[in-house]
Each structure stands twice: as structure tokens, then as C-alpha cells.
């Protein structure tokens, strides 16, 4: 069974700074991984899809990379703002399953 | 934004009545998905529609049911609603396949008495 693990849990840094939060997950047998925003009382917003045969992508302010053999995904954020507070959240799609399976979360808090 | 929208935003309703919830989209994607968020769960896929009346179970689709007539509308039924499906509910859509990024609407928070 895919399990999705988002470490840690919460995050709290300086405006300014750069900061990278961490998904991995046990079965390297994906087609794509995404990350996602979800602001209190909120959907969650797209910001990022690496299909399994990327290594990156890029959009922004945001640079997410993928290796699928160690099972890990990396969402980078440069010069952090405090627009940037929200929970991250990052989830693979299975293959041979139209399902998602999503971690829970980390909550990233900008202090201005 | 996506055009998604949630009916109803808020809801209260006691056990064992049934429960209607609506997922309108204006993008004529052809899958939609209806997932739950809990804590200590994170978000889990109740049912999913890969077209007009093609539907299939998610991982925690007991005591629900759906229902899809029409491109733009995915009906999320609780036949009998229980306190365990107390819950915020998000309806998805993504245009092609699943391999497309993920569109959320804002969400239905649905309190069972």
C-alpha cells in the first residue's frame, strides 16, 4: 500500500529566507507526483506536477524535484514571503489506479 | 481559478437523514472526484467519474453513493447520514486523466448530529 509521509508536520522561518519541505513515499510505482496549497477554509491549489519520467519542475518563486528510486520529492521555495503561510501538501498518483494518495501536510508559516 | 463549485458551503444535519451534495464545474473536464479531509487522515477519495454515468469507488466510499447525468455536475449522496461522516468534502476535477494536475473547489463542511 502507497503511503505518503510530509516531514515536518509544521514550519515556521523568517521572511527571506529559502526553504525546502520534504514528501517521500514507499512505492517508487507512480505516474506523477503533485504538490498542492491549501489556505485555512480553502480548496486546495495546484502549483506543481512532475510526471514520473521529470526531474524537476519549476514555476516561480517554486522548483519541485522528484526521484522516484529514493522515493522522494523535494518543494523548494525561494525568498520566502508571508503570502507564502499555507499548507503544503504533495500526492503521487498511483499505477494502474486513477487515485491520488496524499500526505498530510506541512504547515508553513512565514514570519514577516 | 477553476470553475468549481460546492453546494452547499456549510450543512448540519442529524443522523440518519440523507444528505445531497453538489459539484458543478464550468471547464467540461471529464473527471471528477469527491475526497474527504480529516485530521489525522489527510484527504481520502470517496468516489471518482471518469465520464457521463462512469463511476467507481474510491478507498472509503461505504455509506456513500454518486451520481453523474450530466459533464458539469457530480452528485455526492450520504443515504443515511452517521456522525463518522462528519467531514469537510472537496470535489476535484482534472481535464484529461488523472496524470493532469488537480483542481479543487472550496469545500462543503458537513456536520452530523
Known amino acids: 500500500k502507497q503511503e505518503v509521509t510530509q516531514i515536518p508536520a509544521a514550519l515556521s522561518v523568517p521572511e527571506g529566507e529559502n526553504l525546502v519541505l520534504n514528501c517521500s513515499f514507499t512505492d517508487s510505482a507512480i505516474y506523477n507526483l503533485q504538490w498542492f496549497r491549501q489556505d485555512p477554509g480553502k480548496g486546495l491549489t495546484s502549483l506543481l506536477l512532475i510526471q514520473s519520467s521529470q526531474r524537476e519542475q519549476t514555476s516561480g518563486r517554486l522548483n519541485a524535484s522528484l526521484d522516484k528510486s529514493s522515493g522522494r520529492s523535494t518543494l523548494y521555495i525561494a525568498a520566502s514571503q508571508p503570502g507564502d503561510s499555507a499548507t503544503y501538501l504533495c500526492?503521487?498518483?498511483?499505477?494502474?489506479?486513477?487515485?491520488?494518495?496524499f500526505g498530510q501536510g506541512t504547515r508553513l508559516t512565514i514570519n514577516p | 481559478d477553476a470553475g468549481i463549485t460546492q453546494s452547499p458551503r456549510h450543512k448540519v444535519t442529524e443522523t440518519g437523514t440523507p444528505v445531497t451534495l453538489r459539484c458543478h464545474q464550468t471547464e467540461n473536464h471529464r473527471y471528477m472526484y469527491w475526497y474527504r479531509q480529516d485530521p489525522g487522515h489527510g484527504l481520502r477519495l470517496i468516489h471518482y467519474s471518469y465520464g457521463v454515468k462512469d463511476t467507481d469507488k474510491g478507498e472509503v466510499s461505504d455509506g456513500y453513493s454518486v451520481s453523474r447525468s450530466k459533464t458539469e455536475d457530480f452528485l455526492l449522496t450520504l443515504e443515511s447520514a452517521t456522525s463518522s461522516q462528519t467531514s469537510v468534502y472537496f470535489c476535484?476535477?482534472?481535464?484529461?486523466?488523472?496524470?493532469?494536475?488537480?483542481?479543487f473547489g472550496n469545500g462543503t463542511r458537513l456536520t452530523v448530529t
Open positions: 476535484a476535477i482534472s481535464e484529461k486523466t488523472a496524470n493532469s494536475p488537480l483542481h
Open positions: 500526492a503521487v498518483l498511483i499505477q494502474g489506479a486513477q487515485k491520488l494518495v
